[in-house]
């Protein structure tokens, strides 16, 4: 998948655990642990922007991307 999560680099970085960021930010580490393997198909907005005042970052410190060909074309229905 060419989106990656880089949130464990952010977590590093500010000196929090996982554990500590979910409790701040009101979600459950098991929401958060799916988040960071990349198992989730999406986030809320709401969520990620949480994530990013507790982590006094931006969207593209938690998310990156590789470019692949194949992703101009969706084959998920939509």
Known sequence: MPCRITLDAMLVKRG????????????????????????????????LSAMCAALQCRPGDLLDYDFAEADLRRDDGE
Do not use: C, D, H, P
Not at 20 to 35: H, K, M, P, R, V
């Open 16 to 47: 929090l655990t996982g554990k500590e960021l979910a409790a701040q930010i009101g979600i459950s580490e098991t929401q958060l642990s799916l988040f960071r393997s990349g198992k989730v198909r999406g986030v809320r907005f709401a969520t």
